[in-house]
T-cell receptor, first 109, second 111 residues
Framework: DGGITQSPKYLFRKEGQNVTLSCEQN?????MYWYRQDPGQGLRLIYYSQIVNDFQKGDIAEGYSVSREKKESFPLTVTSAQKNPTAFYLC????????FGPGTRLTVL | RKEVEQDPGPFNVPEGATVAFNCTYSNSASQSFFWYRQDCRKEPKLLMS???SGNEDGRFTAQLNRASQYISLLIRDSKLSDSATYLCVVNEPSGTYKYIFGTGTRLKVLA
């Protein structure tokens, strides 16, 4: 089955800790994205990557970092510098249309 | 002005009703347009792309009006299962891979 997987589905983190969210796709898409969604809000772009070994900041990149060493993988690290990390994180890939993974709910305790 | 604007709703309609949502966008050079559906606490899923000539998929019809810079979604014969948030998405002009999301319009279909 082709698609996008994200893990874990739920993640709890103590304040001050870095945490890495996984995103893998087997759709052979060049472009990948990370979004954040807060309750009752729209999607906000954190980072995106058009091709392997290249990525650009989105609208809310502060406190986050990414890497794109393989076409299939685009992990997101939420660092302790992110002030309000509790949110729903969505990974997507695209070729024309965007396809989303099931998301990771991060809660900072 | 926001890049992509939608009426947040909620739109509460009875089963069988016809309902329409509009979405306006600010960049006249935008090339591609989409409607996504998002259920509560789930990821957005593509409902349909929006083409210049308009397109239909069963009970759903999407239209694009470039002159007035808006897209619309019409749902006929609403079902309970249509209850969701509908997101308008605009692809920035060619040369970038960015997609701009509206905040969504919430639809509730009532029995």
């Amino acid at each position: 089955d082709g698609g996008i997987t994200q893990s874990p589905k739920y993640l709890f983190r103590k304040e001050g800790q870095n945490v890495t969210l996984s995103c893998e796709q087997n759709l052979n898409h060049d472009a990948m994205y990370w979004y954040r969604q807060d309750p009752g809000q729209g999607l906000r772009l954190i980072y995106y990557s058009q091709i392997v070994n290249d990525f650009q900041k989105g609208d809310i990149a502060e406190g986050y970092s990414v890497s794109r060493e393989k076409k299939e993988s685009f992990p997101l690290t939420v660092t302790s510098a992110q002030k309000n990390p509790t949110a729903f994180y969505l990974c997507a890939s695209s070729r024309g249309q965007q396809f989303f993974g099931p998301g990771t709910r991060l809660t900072v305790l | 002005r926001k890049e992509v604007e939608q009426d947040p709703g909620p739109f509460n309609v009875p089963e069988g009703a016809t309902v329409a949502f509009n979405c306006t966008y600010s960049n006249s050079a935008s090339q591609s347009f989409f409607w996504y559906r998002q259920d509560c606490r789930k990821e957005p899923k593509l409902l349909m792309s929006v083409y210049s000539s308009g397109n239909e998929d069963g009970r759903f019809t999407a239209q694009l009006n470039r002159a007035s810079q808006y897209i619309s979604l019409l749902i006929r014969d609403s079902k309970l299962s249509d209850s969701a948030t509908y997101l308008c998405v605009v692809n920035e002009p060619s040369g970038t891979y960015k997609y701009i999301f509206g905040t969504g319009t919430r639809l509730k279909v009532l029995a």
